[in-house]
């Protein structure tokens, strides 16, 4: 058998514990304040557990948290591009040089952390350092709203892995798929990761790049945290098995998932992703266009270079021990039957390429505008939900009132509902006013950007204060309330909607942006 590249840092970290020392820290747990980890902590928390993110051997420090924003490298000068860290709000029982125990969201006993660091860190250097953006639009940095203002590091004793009931055979920790790789007897090995269902390119571009470096092939899908919107991974994963057992070559083929929460950080995240494939114990990687972007900003220009993610993890190959293989776009050659990169063909080959919410002030309209779009919708035989701002504050947010906490609060809960009855394939109409563009933000990451069309029904003021159908403006005027719902002062109006509904005195103007 072939020796494979040894892990970054020369050593696979093990953090879980042996059974003698898991029964005294079970036993011992109960006594100790409880952290709940988030979705994203768990996924950490297991690849720091089994090495794949070696060489960290627990949650970020402060000095190793804050070199990597800044420059890409933990304290001792260790490439590093992404901050591994555990952030929380201040709790009781939170104090250095005590034990807390880490838990799941069904409260089950993961791991001890002895904490020997509390410290603040700052969400605008995260965002514009390790992502290179602060717009909303992002993902993360919607995400980032709801961190604790604190990251926590110091020893970290696991005890348990987080349970996973589906695809058990599939689900290898790096020395499971590092002996798994030894077995295939080749001594190059090149890895893939992609968030969305393998395709025919792909299965060509990685057959290519094992052949080009007589390797084998490490399969590994995400199927931790990924884009919000993308298709589950139950399917990704299904279509994944389908496609090695029927058309790869088993004997130089490996399938194994990788329970990671991405950040969809393009270039730093590259770099990541490639570290972590050495600790699997692959020497090759290869990187497409726009690697774990996140698509446009909300200026509609991409929020990354196509090609940034391939320069950035080349010019840090060497120091990472591993070699970046890069594709451009690929198509179908007809004539031939075959795949290739489009920049490397003659002139004139023949080819084929392959591949809602309202908001507005009180009054401006939503309503009205929403069961027109339903009438007509329903006219071309789709069944459509409705959620109006009345009807769900009387149901689903009663007793709520108009501060910024409460409004919050709404929005999410019409956002929860709207992306379950997305997901399950249902067309769902929100009207409502919706003032905050952060929490709008982090609606359009529950649905996915691609099932979100944002239309801003854009009613001057006095043309809302003359329609007045709930009395409210007149209130207002008088003294009655104090806080107008959606006032001009509060609304931050969408900066670039899917459109955009400008309600005159008597008619209504659409305009696309």
Known sequence: MQNLIEPFGGTLVDLVVNQQERSQLIAEASNLPSLQLSERSVCDLELLATGGFSPLDGFMRQADHERVVAEMRLSDGTVFPIPITLPVDHFDGLELDKRIALRDAHNDLLGVMTVEEIYEWSRPEFANNVLGTSDLRHPLVTEMEHWGRYNIAGKLQVLSLPKHPDFRDLRLTPAQTRESLAKLDRANIVAFQTRNPIHRVHEEMTK??????????????????TKPGDIDYFTRVRSYKTLVENHYDTSRTLLSLLPIAMRMAGPREAVWHAIIRRNHGANHFIIGRDHASPGIDSTGKPFYEPTAAQELAKSVSVEIGVEIMTFGEM??????????????????????????????????GKSATAEVLTILLNERGRRVTVLDGDVVRTHLSKGLGFSKEDRDLNIRRIGFVASEIVRHGGVVICAAVSPYRSTRSEVRQMMGSDNFVEIFVDTPLDVCESRDTKGMYAKARRGEIKVLPASTIHMNCPTMPRSRLIRQRCQWTKMLT
């Open 208 to 225: 290519l790049a094992a052949d080009m470096i007589d390797g084998a092939i490490l399969l590994h899908p995400a199927v931790g945290l």
């Open 331 to 364: 198509a179908y050659l007809p004539d031939e039957n075959a795949y290739g990169e489009i920049a490397k063909l003659p002139a004139g080959t023949k080819t084929i390429s392959l591949s809602g919410t309202h908001t507005g002030l009180s009054g401006a």
